[in-house]
Protein backbone atom coordinates (compact mmCIF):
# COMPACT_ATOMS: atom_id res chain seq x y z
CA UNK A 1 0.00 0.00 0.00
CA UNK A 2 1.18 3.64 -1.06
CA UNK A 3 1.42 6.30 1.65
CA UNK A 4 -1.63 8.11 -0.76
CA UNK A 5 -3.45 5.16 -0.44
CA UNK A 6 -2.77 4.77 3.05
CA UNK A 7 -3.65 8.28 3.42
CA UNK A 8 -7.07 8.08 1.69
CA UNK A 9 -8.22 4.84 3.79
CA UNK A 10 -7.08 6.99 6.79
CA UNK A 11 -9.25 9.62 5.64
CA UNK A 12 -12.21 7.56 4.30
CA UNK A 13 -11.90 5.92 8.41
CA UNK A 14 -12.18 8.72 10.11
CA UNK A 15 -14.77 10.11 8.26
CA UNK A 16 -16.84 7.59 8.59
CA UNK A 17 -15.96 7.52 12.51
CA UNK A 18 -17.43 10.77 12.53
CA UNK A 19 -20.42 10.41 10.47
CA UNK A 20 -21.39 7.70 12.80
CA UNK A 21 -20.71 10.24 15.64
CA UNK A 22 -22.65 12.69 14.31
CA UNK A 23 -25.37 10.10 13.23
CA UNK A 24 -25.66 8.85 16.86
CA UNK A 25 -25.71 12.29 18.60
CA UNK A 26 -28.75 13.21 16.55
CA UNK A 27 -30.51 10.26 17.10
CA UNK A 28 -30.05 10.49 21.33
CA UNK A 29 -31.16 14.09 21.01
CA UNK A 30 -34.45 13.11 18.90
CA UNK A 31 -35.05 10.48 21.39
CA UNK A 32 -34.62 12.88 24.35
CA UNK A 33 -36.76 15.22 22.86
CA UNK A 34 -39.64 12.60 22.17
CA UNK A 35 -39.61 11.28 25.45
CA UNK A 36 -40.03 15.07 26.78
CA UNK A 37 -42.76 15.29 24.86
CA UNK A 38 -44.11 12.53 25.76
CA UNK A 39 -43.69 13.41 29.70
CA UNK A 40 -45.61 16.31 28.38
CA UNK A 41 -47.96 14.72 27.57
CA UNK A 42 -48.78 12.89 30.41
CA UNK A 43 -48.65 15.26 32.62
CA UNK A 44 -50.86 17.95 30.87
CA UNK A 45 -53.40 14.91 30.88
CA UNK A 46 -52.69 14.83 34.97
CA UNK A 47 -53.96 18.79 35.35
CA UNK A 48 -50.54 20.23 35.75
CA UNK A 49 -49.89 23.70 34.87
CA UNK A 50 -48.36 24.23 31.36
CA UNK A 51 -45.74 26.63 33.28
CA UNK A 52 -44.69 23.94 35.49
CA UNK A 53 -44.48 21.56 32.61
CA UNK A 54 -42.39 24.10 30.68
CA UNK A 55 -40.01 24.80 33.91
CA UNK A 56 -39.55 20.95 34.02
CA UNK A 57 -39.52 19.79 30.59
CA UNK A 58 -37.79 22.88 28.57
CA UNK A 59 -40.93 22.50 26.14
CA UNK A 60 -41.43 25.93 25.38
CA UNK A 61 -45.49 27.33 26.21
CA UNK A 62 -46.31 27.13 22.63
CA UNK A 63 -45.28 23.63 22.05
CA UNK A 64 -47.65 22.72 25.03
CA UNK A 65 -50.49 23.83 23.42
CA UNK A 66 -49.95 21.99 20.35
CA UNK A 67 -49.11 18.51 22.56
CA UNK A 68 -52.53 19.14 24.45
CA UNK A 69 -54.45 18.86 20.83
Not at 22 to 41: F, N, P, S, V, W
Amino acid sequence: MTIAEWLEEKGRTEGLQKGLQKGLEQGLAQGREAEARAIARKMLANGLEPGLIASVTGITPEELSTLSH
